[in-house]
């Protein structure tokens, strides 16, 4: 079932709290230019293809999908999980000094958490999220066709609700 971005965020947000451990974020761009996010939890992900309406807000359309073959391992081979991390600030600091590469193994090493604490002396880092050179149309006919399925209704919404701004490129 399609659904607007905001539901399909709203459910991962409610989802990841009750388990932080294990979620991938993958984002990239289709070849018609629209933004396509790839969000897993075990067996299940959603799928956003989105279209920026200014630099802070998307207009989106998503679907639920399952996470299984193909895409099961290759959501398994990417070696960091996304998540919210709370980092010593000072940690931060020296790393970023010293060896910025490094931050990613801290991060990797450092659980996730659900409701972070605002601590004194703490920093909160989301991601790490994955940018792909590649578009994320699927690794197989099903995903193919969803994928063609956001595409249509995201334009048919943008086209009705946002036709000043198409008018402005064409």
């Known amino acids: 079932m399609i659904r607007n971005i905001d539901e399909i965020l709203r459910?991962?947000?409610?989802?990841?709290?009750?388990?932080?451990?294990?979620?991938?974020?993958?984002?990239?761009?289709?070849?018609?230019?629209?933004?396509?996010?790839?969000?897993?939890?075990?067996?299940?992900g959603w799928k956003i293809k989105a279209w920026p309406l200014n630099p802070y807000r998307l207009v989106g359309l998503g679907a639920e999908l399952s996470v299984t073959g193909d895409l099961r391992s290759f959501l398994d081979s990417i070696p960091f999980t996304f998540g919210i991390r709370e980092l010593p600030s000072e940690i931060l600091k020296k790393t970023l000094k010293e060896n910025p590469v490094k931050l990613l193994d801290?991060?990797?090493?450092?659980?996730?958490?659900a409701e972070p604490e605002l601590r004194d002396n703490y920093v909160l880092i989301k991601g790490p999220l994955l940018g792909l050179a590649k578009?994320?149309?699927?690794?197989?006919?099903?995903q193919r066709e969803l994928d063609r399925k956001l595409r249509i209704e995201l334009e048919k919404l943008i086209h009705k609700k946002y036709s000043d701004r198409v008018r402005m490129y064409q």
């Open 11 to 44: 459910i991962v947000v409610n989802k990841y709290r009750k388990n932080p451990l294990n979620w991938r974020f993958l984002a990239s761009r289709d070849r018609y230019g629209y933004l396509d996010f790839l969000i897993s939890h075990s067996s299940r």
């Open 106 to 113: 801290i991060l990797a090493k450092t659980r996730p958490v």
């Open 135 to 142: 578009p994320l149309e699927g690794l197989s006919s099903s």
